[in-house]
C-alpha cells in the first residue's frame, strides 16, 4: 500500500502564497498519478491538480487560472503545489491522492470521479 502526508498548510491573506507538500511511502514504485484536491465545509471535495508521473499529461481546475503549480518528485516521491495569488475563496482542507492506474484516462474524468485509491488525511488552507 501507498501511504500520504500532507505539510505545509496554514493561514495566509489574500494575495499571499503557500506551497504544500505531500510525501508518499510504502508501495511507492507503483505510484502513476497523484493530485490534489480540496474541500470547503459544506461543499464536495474537488479536484484542483493532478499529473501522470510519467509526465503524459497534467491537469488544472479552471478556478486555478495559472496561479497554481503541481510538482512530482519521483526520486524523493513527494507532489507539492504551490500556490499563488491565493483568494479567500481557496479556504478549505487540501487532501493528496495518489494512484497505480494501468492505463492513462483523460486526467479531467479520473479527477473529476475522485479515482483516486489512496488519500492523505489533508491540509488545512485558510486565506483570509
Known amino acids: 500500500h501507498v501511504q500520504l502526508v500532507e505539510s505545509g498548510g496554514g493561514s495566509v491573506q489574500r494575495g499571499g502564497a503557500l506551497r504544500l507538500s505531500c510525501t508518499a511511502s510504502g508501495h511507492t514504485y507503483s505510484i502513476a498519478s497523484v493530485g490534489w484536491f480540496r474541500q470547503a465545509p459544506g461543499k464536495e471535495r474537488e479536484g484542483v491538480a493532478a499529473?501522470?508521473?510519467?509526465?503524459?499529461?497534467?491537469y488544472y481546475a479552471d478556478f486555478v487560472e495559472g496561479r497554481f503549480t503541481i510538482f512530482y518528485d519521483n526520486a524523493r516521491k513527494t507532489v507539492d503545489l504551490q500556490m499563488n495569488s491565493l483568494k479567500p475563496e481557496d479556504t478549505a482542507l487540501y487532501f493528496c491522492?495518489?494512484?497505480?492506474?494501468?492505463?492513462?484516462?483523460?486526467?479531467?474524468?479520473?479527477?473529476?470521479?475522485?479515482?483516486?485509491?489512496?488519500w492523505g488525511p489533508g491540509t488545512q488552507v485558510t486565506v483570509s
Open positions: 491522492a495518489a494512484d497505480c492506474p494501468t492505463t492513462r484516462a483523460s486526467l479531467k474524468v479520473v479527477v473529476t470521479a475522485l479515482d483516486f485509491g489512496r
Open positions: 499529473l501522470y508521473t510519467d509526465g503524459s499529461a497534467t
